[in-house]
Structures are given as structure tokens and as C-alpha cells.
T-cell receptor, first 111, second 113 residues
Framework: GEDVEQSLFLSVREGDSSVINCTYTDSSSTYLYWYKQEPGAGLQLLTYIFSNMDMKQDQRLTVLLNKKDKHLSLRIADTQTGDSAIYFCAERNFNNNDMRFGAGTRLTVKP | ETGVTQTPRHLVMGMTNKKSLKCEQHLGHNAMYWYKQSAKKPLELMFVYNFKEQTENNSVPSRFSPECPNSSHLFLHLHTLQPEDSALYLC????????????FGPGTRLLVL
């Protein structure tokens, strides 16, 4: 089946930029999403991007999409300790009601 | 996102018990989902309901029984569970036919003894 893959761990220092990467295999993916999950909580939608876009910026968050390589990244500028969480990449195509999720990247921010 | 609520937030049950998880969404969505999240495993989609009709059952054991009486409420009835069923159970909802993503509840942390 189609897959969404992410590295499992990322550790950065407070104030640095974090880049979380994701690759997917479904070439018909239309929408791509980033979710954040804090301890003991559900998944919170952070941002999304359509496949006809290359980049989307929202305050400290920048999403880059390389559709040719099926690569999605989330950059968090000036990373804070409150950004420590698990970040999930997800994708969906227009004809599919379901979303496919990656396994999540655990971001640890050290003071 | 406070539009999707789940109760209880924590549940401990024995293998012979029967319990139910409840999910309610206040977002006017028409599709609802149950996911299982286990440690060190990807999110597992369990059930999907569109307009109260079950459209997907991802080979979930019959000891899990979903119920969707209306588009705003979703239940997961549990009976004779196994310890490996211990996990975080997440409910999500979405408005189909739009670009909208799924919105998740806070989850129910289930421990089966």
C-alpha cells in the first residue's frame, strides 16, 4: 500500500530551527498536513498544504513541498521548549475520505 | 481544538468487563473516525462512518463494536478485551466533500488488566 514515512526522533537546542521531514509514495496525494501531539493529548492540526503549492508560511512554521520527490518538510523557526511534541505528517487524495499518517517524529527541545 | 470531546479520558478495565467510549463533535461534520494509537506504532484506523453509515472496518476484532446513532456522536463498545488492546483511542471528525482535515479529540487512555 501507499506509505508515509518520517524519521522517529529529532533533538534541537532552544532557539535553533527544527526541520522535520516526511516522504510519501502516493503520487495522487492532493492534500498534505502536519499535526502536533503533546503528551496526553490528541492530534492538533498545525498546518496543511495543497499539492499545487511549493511553500506555505504561517508565523514560525514553514512548510515546503517537493512534489517531484514526494517530500514534505516542516520548519519551525526559533524552536521553544513548548514545541516539544510528536509531529505527524499525513496525506490524502481528493478521492479518498481517509488520511494516511506517518509514524510521527518526536521533537525534543533542549534548553 | 475543543470541537471534539471524548469520555472518559482514562479507563481501566478487566478482560471480562464491558465498557463504552464516547465521542461527540460540535463542528457540524458528517464523518467520524476511530483510531488506535499504541506505543511505537503508527496510528491505526479502525472504523469510519459517513452520515451515520459505516464505510470502513479495517479488520478490527469483533470485541470492538462501533455505534454511530447520528453524525455528532460515535461510540466504541468494548467487551472481553485483551491486554494488547491497551492504547490511546482517538476519535476524529471531518466534513466530507471539502478540503478540511480531520479534527481529533483528546483521546481515551485505555488500560486492560
Amino acid at each position: 500500500g501507499e506509505d508515509v514515512e518520517q524519521s522517529l526522533f529529532l533533538s534541537v537546542r532552544e532557539g535553533d530551527s527544527s526541520v522535520i521531514n516526511c516522504t510519501y509514495t502516493d503520487s495522487s496525494s492532493t492534500y498534505l498536513y502536519w499535526y502536533k501531539q503533546e503528551p496526553g493529548a490528541g492530534l492538533q492540526l498545525l498546518t496543511y498544504i495543497f499539492s499545487n503549492m511549493d511553500m506555505k508560511q504561517d508565523q514560525r512554521l514553514t512548510v515546503l513541498l517537493n512534489k517531484k520527490d514526494k517530500h514534505l518538510s516542516l520548519r519551525i523557526a526559533d524552536t521553544q521548549t513548548g514545541d516539544s511534541a510528536i509531529y505527524f505528517c499525513a496525506e490524502r487524495n481528493f478521492n479518498n475520505n481517509d488520511m494516511r499518517f506517518g509514524a510521527g517524529t518526536r521533537l525534543t527541545v533542549k534548553p | 481544538e475543543t470541537g471534539v470531546t471524548q469520555t472518559p479520558r482514562h479507563l481501566v478495565m478487566g478482560m471480562t468487563n464491558k465498557k463504552s467510549l464516547k465521542c461527540e463533535q460540535h463542528l457540524g461534520h458528517n464523518a467520524m473516525y476511530w483510531y488506535k494509537q499504541s506505543a511505537k506504532k503508527p496510528l491505526e484506523l479502525m472504523f469510519v462512518y459517513n452520515f451515520k453509515e459505516q464505510t470502513e472496518n479495517n479488520s478490527v476484532p469483533s470485541r470492538f463494536s462501533p455505534e454511530c446513532p447520528n453524525s455528532s456522536h460515535l461510540f466504541l463498545h468494548l467487551h472481553t478485551l485483551q491486554p494488547e488492546d491497551s492504547a490511546l483511542y482517538l476519535c476524529a471528525s471531518r466534513r466530507t466533500g471539502t478540503l478540511m482535515a480531520q479534527y481529533f479529540g483528546p483521546g481515551t487512555r485505555l488500560l486492560v488488566l
